[in-house]
Nanobody, 126 residues
């Protein structure tokens, strides 16, 4: 059973940076065989895809609202996925979740993923 544990959230001011981490365990294959996604959910809103990376070629997909500011990456040796978030805005506030799906694509929809972490809170406020 895949287990995902997010960390790195916090309270920051607008314009600041954060790096979220997602440690994966219980994988039956190497991490590169899994699509990895970062999603967020603000109060009263649906969960939305932020950035996703495919299993096959590592191609990435970003929400328009974060393009140029966020970067997804993965460290195979550490079985860890990262989301580098720069130039944070108040509208980036929410609970951030990582998700994994064996052999998945970079289609960044929550419906495409079966394994989820518990989430980490990111609050951007002055």
């Amino acid at each position: 059973q895949v287990q995902l544990v997010e960390s790195g959230g916090g309270l920051v001011q607008p314009g600041a940076s954060l790096r979220l981490s997602c440690a994966a365990s219980g994988l039956t294959l190497d991490l590169n065989y899994y699509a990895i996604g970062w999603f967020r959910q603000a109060p009263g809103k649906e969960r939305e895809g932020v950035s996703c990376m495919s299993a096959s070629d590592g191609s990435t997909n970003y929400a328009e609202s974060v393009k140029g500011r966020f970067t997804i990456s993965r460290d195979y040796a550490k079985n860890t996925v990262y989301l580098q978030m720069n130039s944070l805005k108040p509208e980036d506030t929410g609970v951030y979740f990582c998700a994994a799906e064996k052999y998945g694509t970079n289609w960044c929809s929550p419906r495409a993923y079966d394994s989820w972490g518990q989430g980490t809170q990111v609050t951007v406020s002055s």
